[in-house]
């Protein structure tokens, strides 16, 4: 049997009301319903912002039924790491903006021209990110996907450390330096950097599954980026404010606004996601175990930086990759 999907720091027991996961459940149903319907009319804010009103039900409905067949939910089982999840997931996916800038791979219509407004935007839907990949992950491991996968044991995986490091550094060193070229390598580089340290501390690692014969994690995440990523499509390409591609050789056959050959990027964006969370997660239990007065001040200075690098990413997203604004 494949190894259950964890990430580290199981954090509290959480809410154990199935009552409200179905008021959960039933609500989502109705603005999911309630905004694809002012969508397809055109009625605002339903249809600017169709991407958020799609998404955040989708998380929520995945989140109560996890809960309410037995499953594993982030939400219910563990709430506080969930809500955690929201800010980190603006962060690490701006991350990938921020490099943008220099791919300009994508760029976004019809943002609203207040500024507030704009920003409120960008971090509700960046929020989905994180949250979406993993409850999508841990549906398909609740329905039994790859439960019986099994794959030869990979021997001495502390051998590949070095290699796995160096195709982090190019994956995101290359696409900076000829992002014509390599512009697809940036959805691999923090995966091959972080998991020598993942693997050495036990946190997460994709390595350590394979050393034991147990793909069944990196089937979850790979299929889950694939279905998520068709999702994000599906809901960007009806929604009034959107983003769509310049990707250099491969962008005149579409499906959506996405070219066919980019679905191919969210995959290996999956699981690159799980070793950021992973990271980030067992860093934060390190910062939990020093003591008070110097955890609360690494956790302030962490706020703090990832605050300002938010704030800086989206000026830089309304310089770089804003292409139109409503209006």
């Known amino acids: 049997m494949g190894k259950r999907l964890r990430i580290p720091n199981p954090g509290p027991a959480g809410i154990a009301n199935k009552g409200l996961a179905r008021t959960l459940l039933a609500l989502s149903g109705l603005v999911f319903t309630v905004a694809t319907a002012c969508m397809a009319l055109r009625i605002e804010p339903f249809f600017s912002s169709y991407f958020c009103f799609a998404w955040w039900p989708y998380i929520l409905a995945a989140e109560s039924v996890l809960h309410l067949q037995g ?9 506080l790491r969930f809500l955690g999840l929201l800010p980190l997931s603006v962060s690490v996916w701006l991350i990938f903006e921020v490099f943008n800038f220099r791919l300009s791979n994508w760029h976004y219509l019809n943002v609203p021209a207040q ?3 704009r920003w409120l935007g960008y971090a509700v839907s960046f929020s989905t990110v994180l949250p979406g990949l993993l409850v999508t992950a841990r549906l398909l491991e ?20 070095p290699l796995l490091t160096s195709l982090g550094l190019a994956c995101l060193i290359l696409p900076l330096a000829w992002p014509e070229y390599f512009f697809p390598l940036i959805w ?57 591609y310049t990707v250099p050789f491969v962008g005149e056959l579409k499906v959506f606004e996405m070219p066919v050959l980019g679905y191919l990027g969210f995959p290996p964006f999956a699981v690159q996601c799980h070793a950021m969370t ?39 997203i309304d310089r770089f990759t804003v292409a139109s604004f409503a209006g």
């Open 71 to 79: 499953g594993d939910s982030e939400l219910f089982r563990r709430p």
């Open 142 to 161: 609740h329905g039994g996907l790859g439960s019986r996968a099994v794959s030869r044991p990979l021997a001495r995986a502390a051998r590949l450390y």
């Open 115 to 117: 500024t507030p407004l």
């Open 278 to 316: 992973c990271a980030f997660l067992a860093l934060a239990e390190r910062v939990n175990g020093l003591p008070g007065r110097s955890r609360a001040l690494v956790w302030t200075c962490l706020a703090a930086c990832a605050a300002a690098f938010d704030l800086l990413a989206f000026m830089g």
């Open 188 to 244: 691999g580089g923090f995966l091959f950097l972080l998991e020598p340290w993942l693997h050495k501390t036990g946190a997460g690692s994709i390595l350590a599954d394979l050393e034991q014969g147990r793909p069944r994690r990196l089937a979850l995440l790979l299929s889950a980026g694939l279905v998520c990523g068709g999702l994000w499509e599906t809901w960007n390409y009806w929604a009034g404010s959107k983003w769509f």
